[in-house]
């Protein structure tokens, strides 16, 4: 076992990757120290035709590269040790490392700039061929509201779907099964060197894990046969959630458009032509999309966005709900002007707004002395829309958190910038396939 503190260390190496019967592996290691092996596990796997080797071949590369962002930010060694990349893979990685590394380097007082450099000098493959992959699209379930407005969007124009998740929690199992798609579940299993090094004293922090399920399900989709990988990020994901040093720090980057779309062009160059990657939700904020599901009350007992149910490590709720974490505070407010509002306390087994305790969490929602928290939430504008909408609303205006609102922070605020309207009109930017677009329509 290793004895190493890796923040001592002078490199981070790609060792290998490989795949057989169901089961990629990804080493990595910190100079000539021992070995760390992830590995992935695909259930039932097919046999790989021939004429998709090359493509997953491609698609397996990227996510040694993009997966070892989890063992790299345990050092941040000076050298990173891969051989050359051409300029689009190397800017992809370098893009993913500082951006979806940067609230994990502002917690720790670390500046990546400069520092992350992906080594480039081959020439970029020929271009990816059309691999006549079936029409069906891999659904990522996340257990929470957004993913399942995209389900069923998709079933809306029937669309062909599997509902699709990394990892082993029940309540991401009860909601896939809860949709009626068929499901596939794949496992990532961490190397254990990883948390030994967290022992020894290795930087830790937030990882861009979007980015790592993304590439695994875009593996997935060469390796089973779907056209399409449909995530459910919405437009609010682009928002920073600071500024710190002249550079931004988003805790969603890696469920961002620019991630979208520069992932987007390297599979269609490097791996399949008819491999699309997008955001089925792109075009709408958080707002939107919560009147959306505010609709599909069939899921209504069986939907938690609390991130304490996810955690790798720690404690989880009794129940689906925390009531006290930034994405329980969100979701209660998103939700609350357009679910009645019994219903919506029977969801999360209280009321969130008429609690004075709470008061510094939904503060931070509205940029309110405070910044946004990092976590997936909404934009400041959005919950400050969310929050007025309910000021303006009788059986709302008496609880503790929506009186305070009214009193102490509505007259600081410009009321022109303050409806909810213009945060359920869908915007233009996004890359949803043109056989995916009729389910656009379902959302809005």
Same mark, same amino acid.
């Given at each position: *076992? ?30 000539? =120290?021992?070995? *760390? ?8 796997? /097919? ?27 345990? +050092? ?32 720790? +007082? ?10 480039r000098g081959v020439a970029a493959p020929p271009p990816a061929p059309v691999l006549g992959l079936p029409k069906r699209t891999l659904v990522p379930i996340g257990g929470g509201k957004d993913s399942l407005v995209a389900v069923e969007a998709i079933k809306s124009i029937g669309g ?9 929690? /029940? ?8 949709? !009626?798609?068929? *499901? ?61 040093? +002249? ?5 969603? %980057? ?21 491999? =699309?990657? $997008? ?7 958080? @707002? ?24 790798? @490590?720690?404690?989880?709720?009794? =129940?689906? %709900? $925390?009531?006290? $974490? /930034? ?21 999360? +087994? ?5 609690? #004075?305790?709470?008061?510094? !969490? ?18 400041g504008a959005e919950a400050r829309a969310a929050m007025y909408a309910l000021s303006q609303r009788s059986e709302w205006q008496e609880d503790a958190l929506v009186a305070r609102f009214t009193r102490e922070i509505l007259p600081q605020l410009d ?5 909810? #309207? /213009? ?22």
């Open positions: *076992m290793t004895t190493i503190n890796p923040r001592l260390t002078q490199s981070f190496r790609f060792v290998r990757a490989s795949y057989a019967d169901g089961v990629a592996e990804l080493a990595y290691a910190f100079d000539q =120290d021992e070995e *760390m092996v992830e590995r992935i596990r695909f259930p039932d796997a /097919p046999a790989l035709p021939a004429e998709r080797r090359r493509a997953f071949d491609a698609a397996l590369k990227l996510l040694h590269l993009v997966a070892g962002v989890s063992y790299y930010k345990a +050092g941040v060694p000076p050298t990173i040790d891969v051989e050359p990349l051409d300029t689009q893979t190397a800017d992809l990685c370098d893009a993913l490392y500082l951006h979806g590394l940067a609230e994990f380097a502002y917690r720790n +007082g670390l500046d990546l700039r400069g520092r992350i450099a992906f080594p062909e779907a599997t509902a699709a998740w990394v990892g082993n929690s /029940p309540l991401i199992a009860a909601c896939a099964e809860r949709t !009626g798609l068929p *499901m596939l579940n794949i496992q990532r299993e961490l190397s254990p060197v990883l948390f030994e090094l967290n022992r020894l004293g290795a930087w830790n922090g937030h990882i861009p894990v979007t980015a790592i399920n993304s590439v695994i399900l875009a593996l997935a989709a060469i390796l089973y046969g779907y056209d399409s990988v449909a995530f459910a990020n919405e437009r609010s994901a682009s928002a920073a959630t600071l500024e710190y040093e +002249g550079q931004q720090v988003n805790h969603q %980057w890696s469920k961002g458009y620019a991630f979208e779309a520069m992932l987007s062009d390297w599979l269609h160059t490097h791996v399949a032509a008819d491999l =699309d990657y $997008c955001s089925l939700l792109r075009p709408y904020s958080e @707002l939107a999309i919560t009147r959306a599901f505010a609709r599909l009350t069939p899921y209504f007992d069986a939907f938690s966005s609390c991130n304490r149910n996810f955690r790798i @490590l720690g404690p989880k709720p009794a =129940d689906r %709900w $925390c009531g006290q $974490c /930034p994405k329980c505070h969100f979701v209660f407010l998103a939700l609350a002007p357009f679910c009645p509002k019994p219903r919506l306390l029977s969801i999360f +087994g209280r009321n969130l707004l008429d609690d #004075e305790s709470q008061a510094a !969490g939904f503060d931070a929602l509205l940029e309110y002395q405070d910044h946004k928290p990092f976590e997936c939430v909404g934009e009321p022109a910038t303050l409806a909810l #309207e /213009p945060w359920l009109q869908p915007a233009a930017e996004h890359r949803v396939p043109s056989r995916l677009r009729p389910a656009l329509e379902a959302i809005g």
